[in-house]
């Protein structure tokens, strides 16, 4: 059974970065043909997916968020990470860290198969 968590502080200033990890046990996250994004949801909006990082080490953004954000990887840990700078209250959303095929190189953004809960990240003051 694969098992997603995240982890980081629910809470960031405005203008900080936010950075998220997410642990990742039952399948190594440099399995062929597999890719580990980040997608987030604003309270009482839609899932956005804001980029991922596939099997083989590239990490690859939504075009609306790729001047802020940054993925990584370690693959000792198992572990993928989410960087997103010069936050605003406009980025107040659920985090999640998900799995999914890739599609071409790169990661599906829609199907994903395993979730992890999710963390509420709230940006205030």
């Known amino acids: 059974q694969v098992r997603l968590q995240e982890s980081g502080p629910g809470l960031v200033k405005p203008s900080q970065t936010l950075s998220l990890t997410c642990t990742v046990s039952?399948?190594?996250?440099?399995?062929?043909?597999?890719?580990w994004s980040w997608i987030r949801q604003p309270p009482g909006k839609g899932l956005e997916w804001m980029g991922g990082i596939a099997y083989h080490g590239i990490s690859y953004y939504s075009p609306s968020l790729k001047s802020r954000t940054s993925i990584s990887r370690d693959t000792s840990k198992n572990q993928f990470s989410l960087q997103l700078s010069s936050v605003t209250p406009e980025d107040t959303a659920v985090y999640y860290c998900?799995?999914?095929?890739?599609?071409?190189?790169?990661?599906?953004?829609?199907?994903?198969?395993?979730w992890g809960e999710g963390t509420l990240v709230s940006v205030s003051s």
């Open positions: 998900t799995r999914a095929r890739t599609v071409g190189a790169g990661p599906a953004r829609y199907g994903m198969d395993y």
């Open positions: 039952g399948d190594s996250i440099t399995t062929r043909y597999y890719a």
